[in-house]
């Protein structure tokens, strides 16, 4: 963990590309234990911080089998859903009349409506995800 005061005082947001990969404060403690430690640090930080932390995390591999993913799937840790405000779980759809498209599932939203599931354009080969609407000029 740097310093709080080490980071700039404007930001927008943080991305953690992901959670999972993150180097836990006790090596001893259980993967779950380490996930949820860093799960609360990120929500004091971006607290700190005023700003949005986005945390990218796995899912296990029921999420895969399910058509629904809930978020119960993220890996490793409860505390994830727990301490999040949102949680989005992306899937590619398995039809190929889809190809192309990703849906975002909103599987908690505490300031708003939930659940719900935004299909995406999704550009793989550039990992580029945009919205399907066209813009308004």
Known sequence: HRDLHSFPTRRSSDLIDYIQQMTPTDPQATREQQVADLSRSSKR???????????????????LDRPNPDA???????????????????????????????????VKNRHGRQPAVVTLSWSPHYARIRSLLQEVS
């Open 45 to 63: 930080l971006a607290m700190h911080l005023q700003v949005p932390i986005i945390l990218l995390a796995q899912t296990n591999r029921r999420a």
């Open 72 to 106: 119960a799937d993220l890996r490793e840790s409860g505390s994830l859903e727990a301490d999040a405000d949102v949680v989005i779980i992306l899937k590619v759809p398995t039809d190929e009349a889809r190809a192309g498209e990703i849906d975002a599932h909103v």
